[in-house]
T-cell receptor, first 113, second 114 residues
Framework: DQQVKQNSPSLSVQEGRISILNCDYTNSMFDYFLWYKKYPAEGPTFLISISSIKDKNEDGRFTVFLNKSAKHLSLHIVPSQPGDSAVYFCAASSAGSQGNLIFGKGTKLSVKP | KAGVTQTPRYLIKTRGQQVTLSCSPISGHRSVSWYQQTPGQGLQFLFEYFSETQRNKGNFPGRFSGRQFSNSRSEMNVSTLELGDSALYLC?????????????FGPGTRLTVL
């Protein structure tokens, strides 16, 4: 049973527009959420995270929103750039199991010039 | 700071053999976690080591084992290799404290079992 779900396998957006990647989770014990960007045959690169005590975190063009009641988080990229094209993974952890990240299956983002 | 390094980057083995993968964490990080990535299962947690002790373990058979040294470097061993063990093996390091703890990943080791 998937505890972290990314229901959109792919997303295509135009350069300069907003990219919104979504993630749902089922385990209410999760208290820390992260987004990673990954290219084929490389390790994931950390982008941004959010603790469950917050509902928003910003870092440059990247903003993560957390809706605990809906068990939903989203990553907004504004403006999108062709270099953002990659697979994006949502991950979650819970207190006491921080070393164990539960990953979604990923969303492939394509940003077209 | 140097990032997480993994060696070797590529490995080809045959069924029944064993393999050892190595991971050097970011300086100052005390936790090392290992993950397996396959096209069908995605990224799955193998185990985590902190201060030379296994702190968390995923749902993998006992053929998968690991250890951590006093300098926080970690090794992962897979014995009696099976075709299904072909995957990208990733290690990640973090400070290891309780609470929000961000993991940083290495480039991975691509293991092919023939």
């Amino acid at each position: 049973d998937q505890q972290v779900k990314q229901n959109s396998p792919s997303l295509s957006v135009q350069e300069g527009r907003i990219s919104i990647l979504n993630c749902d989770y089922t385990n209410s014990m999760f208290d820390y959420f992260l987004w990673y960007k990954k290219y084929p045959a490389e390790g994931p690169t950390f982008l941004i995270s959010i603790s469950s005590i917050k509902d928003k975190n910003e870092d440059g063009r990247f903003t993560v929103f957390l809706n605990k009641s809906a068990k939903h988080l989203s990553l907004h990229i504004v403006p999108s750039q062709p270099g953002d094209s990659a697979v994006y993974f949502c991950a979650a952890s819970s207190a006491g199991s921080q070393g164990n990240l539960i990953f979604g299956k990923g969303t492939k983002l394509s940003v077209k010039p | 700071k140097a990032g997480v390094t993994q060696t070797p980057r590529y490995l080809i083995k045959t069924r029944g053999q064993q393999v050892t993968l190595s991971c050097s964490p970011i300086s100052g990080h005390r936790s090392v976690s290992w993950y397996q990535q396959t096209p069908g299962q995605g990224l799955q947690f193998l185990f985590e080591y902190f201060s030379e002790t296994q702190r968390n373990k995923g749902n993998f058979p006992g053929r998968f084992s690991g250890r951590q040294f006093s300098n926080s470097r970690s090794e992962m061993n897979v014995s009696t290799l099976e075709l299904g063990d072909s995957a990208l093996y990733l290690c990640a390091s973090s400070l290891g404290g309780r609470g929000a703890d961000t993991q940083y990943f290495g480039p991975g080791t691509r293991l092919t079992v023939l």
